[in-house]
């Protein structure tokens, strides 16, 4: 490895590390504030909200690498351009693809740790993670359920819970277009809502048709809206393989699992898309004597998210071909790259 391979090494490097470390946090305080926030206010244990998040951070390290390699370019090349090394490497004859190379081979370094955590530790961890707090959940009512809350069960029922507390919770409705459950108390056992003891109404149109009383009903509670997130980044290549054969010979639709299979290759292979597109915006901008400045560092990081979470949405929603909703995001970037190092300077 040449001297200027060992400097760009350590510069780049030594900034994907930093960025990677803000990037984490960020996301980690995503999953604090969407999910985990309203179950420390309905009085979830601390202990188990830290340990969840503990779970959470290798799916954020696989996410968050290509972003922190694009942050890293951007913010390096261009304090190298602002401080006239990159026209000090022009003028000793060092074109742009000579310092192209070896930022591609950490893009590659990158590349592999990302797929090789993705398939191995992310998928356990989160699985671990959902695991833990799903058993917390069903442990501490009312860190699931406030007075007043409804949710559907994994019939797709309507649940209404009139109470919540220690103790267990209590008023429960479970409501369908054809008969409503009514149960003064309830608790969590396994996974499910037991009810202790009810009455059962049936209804023909709007009037009551039969009423009749149990001692013990039980709800399942395995599809609530308030599992932790994960949900397909949770699957390996192989899980999600599986699933799309099963949901095509089935004739269900699959176009959150095929956008997720792509994502997987394309999250980090982002890393050498942001390469290309990184140097060739450096070289391009030093024909003007322009630097891209913190701000257009910080912008053009938060247009690739934007553009990988919309992507995400539409591919899993079926507006977009799952391919193009996992790869385009990156591909924009290396088209600009390929382009901007084209009619850069040389």
């Known amino acids: 490895m040449s001297p200027l391979d060992r400097y760009l090494w350590r510069e780049v490097g030594a900034a994907v590390l930093g960025g990677l470390a803000v990037i984490v946090l960020a996301f980690i305080g995503g999953y604090l504030y969407e999910v985990l926030a309203p179950l420390l206010q309905r009085g979830a244990d601390p202990w188990v909200i830290a340990q969840y998040l503990a779970f959470r951070v290798p799916e954020a ?201 792509y994502r997987k290759w394309a999250e980090p292979a982002a890393a050498f898309a942001f390469t290309v597109f990184a140097v060739g915006l450096s070289f391009f901008l030093l024909g003007g004597s322009r630097n891209l400045g913190m701000v257009g560092v910080v912008v053009l990081t938060f247009f690739y998210y934007a553009t990988w979470s919309v992507g995400r949405i539409m591919g899993e929603a079926g507006a977009l071909p799952p391919l193009l909703a996992a790869w385009g995001p990156g591909t924009l970037y290396a088209v600009a790259g390929a382009v901007l190092l084209g009619v850069g300077r040389r």
């Open 61 to 261: 390290l696989v996410r968050g690498l290509p972003i922190a390699m694009l942050f890293a370019l951007l913010l390096v090349l261009s304090r190298m351009g602002e401080e006239s090394e990159l026209k000090a490497f022009l003028a000793g004859g060092i074109s742009p693809l000579r310092v192209l190379f070896p930022l591609l081979l950490l893009a590659a370094v990158l590349f592999i740790s990302g797929v090789l955590i993705g398939e191995s530790i992310a998928p356990k961890a989160t699985q671990a993670g959902q695991s833990l707090l799903r058993q917390a959940v069903f442990q501490k009512p009312r860190a699931l359920l406030a007075p007043g809350s409804t949710f559907t069960d994994a019939y797709g029922r309507i649940l209404y819970v009139g109470q919540a507390d220690e103790g267990g919770i209590g008023g429960v409705r479970v409501i369908t277009a054809e008969e409503i459950l009514l149960s003064e108390r309830a608790h969590f056992e396994g996974g499910q809502l037991v009810l202790e003891g009810g009455s059962r109404v049936t209804y023909a149109g709007s009037r009551p048709r039969t009423v009749a009383r149990f001692e013990r009903g039980t709800v399942p509670l395995v599809e609530l809206a308030q599992d932790a997130p994960g949900g397909l980044s949770a699957l390996t290549l192989a899980e999600l393989h599986s699933r799309i054969r099963q949901y095509r010979q089935s004739g269900l639709p699959y176009h959150a699992e095929l956008t997720a299979y």
